[in-house]
């Protein structure tokens, strides 16, 4: 049994209706669209349709040099509500290595300040397996150029029966899962 009071969903035609409301809340926000795929314009079903396509075909191929496969889904409560995204990058580009890291993930601003941000970390964390590093600057506050990482988690050793525990309000992993800061 499942206790997160979020779920991941892989995009679907069915979200559309959502997925409009929520990007629009976000750009009414004016903060940071996160993770990437939330930036692209999305004006119609058939929109979205194309979207959805798009991170489908990103799970298994590398359609751009510059991009890497990548796996994304939207978050949703338990009472169906999309109050975030998140994506899982199965493998870094030097780009990535340097601004992004293997999750990204955001939350939509009316959905703030209730755990979710940490919630959706651990739940990508539960679908990842082998090594990987999560990046330790926030994307949320208001549209900047892209910027380094302030530093790194580089979370070793998942199991999908390991679960993360969170020590304080900034998302610190706690002893179950080897942590190393890279600054």
């Known amino acids: 049994m499942n206790d997160s009071p979020l779920y991941l969903a892989k995009p679907d035609l069915v979200h559309y209706e959502a997925y409009r409301a929520m ?7 004016g903060s940071q669209l996160s993770p990437w795929f ?14 959805v396509k798009q991170l489908n075909d990103a799970q298994f191929a590398n359609a751009d040099p510059g991009y890497c496969t990548t796996t994304s889904y939207l978050v949703f409560d338990r009472a169906g509500t999309l109050v975030g995204a998140s994506s899982l990058r199965h493998y870094l580009t030097l780009e990535g290595i340097r601004y992004f890291g293997h999750i990204g993930y955001g939350i939509r601003p009316g959905q703030r300040r209730k755990g979710y941000a940490k919630e959706v970390l651990r739940l990508m964390l539960a679908e990842a397996t082998g090594s990987f590093w999560v990046p330790t600057t926030p994307t949320w ?5 892209s910027r380094p990482a302030a530093g790194y988690w580089k979370i070793s050793s998942l199991t999908p029966r390991t679960k993360p525990s969170w020590s304080n309000a900034t998302g610190s992993i706690s002893s179950q899962i080897k942590k190393e800061v890279i600054p």
Not at 39 to 45: C, E
Not at 141 to 145: A, F, N, T, Y
């Open 38 to 51: 939330l930036n692209l314009p999305v004006g119609s079903v058939e929109d979205f349709a194309r979207l």
């Open 141 to 145: 506050g208001p549209v900047k150029p």
């Open 23 to 29: 990007r629009e809340e976000w750009l009414a926000d």
